[in-house]
């Protein structure tokens, strides 16, 4: 942007040297030998060696590496990193009769945040992973229609923040790319009929058409 749209290139150096850094500082602190996962990324470093394994729902967050460009989603490391953080491994994965993923100390133990599994959902090539998540939306929106900022493991009425509009933008996102790259994962669920008339209402809602 710097380059092209500014004309500024020598701020464009500087910004790409201090993204290059930045990148050789997370491969020297950031990856972490994990007894279980074997190399992973930490959620935080403090610089003098300690680091903190987790992840929270929010976005960024190291789930959502490959959705925004950092990593691939064939890295090792990432690979090894989701299957830690989409683990009991991570303080903040949840799972009860409701549903199961990660959360974050924001809202606090056992609630599940819908963004958290429609992220695991956009950064999954498993059909059957992908599958999961869908179905996991469908039946944790308490008949609301809308993605909630949590719900509690066991109990998808029991949600925070009736109106969340974060999460339905990246609820949509994720169901645009299934239905552009995957749409046989919507043709087994009567679940696309559903999304087409709740989102009817949510452009209704916002914007007035």
Known sequence: MMTVIAKDTALAAELKALATEVSKALQQHAIIDHKEFGQVYAFEVNGFGSCLLMDDANIPSLLSLPYLGGVKKTDPIYINTRKMVLSKSNPFY???KAGKGIGGPHVGQDMIWPMGI???GLTSSSDVE???CIEQLKNTHAGTGFMHESFHKGDPKNFTRSWFAWANT????F?????KEKPHLLAYVSFFNFCRNKWKFFYIKMFGI
């Open 170 to 173: 990246l609820f949509g996102e």
């Open 175 to 179: 169901l645009w790319k299934i239905y």
């Open 94 to 96: 949840f799972s009860g």
């Open 130 to 132: 992908i599958r999961s």
């Open 118 to 120: 429609t992220m695991q």
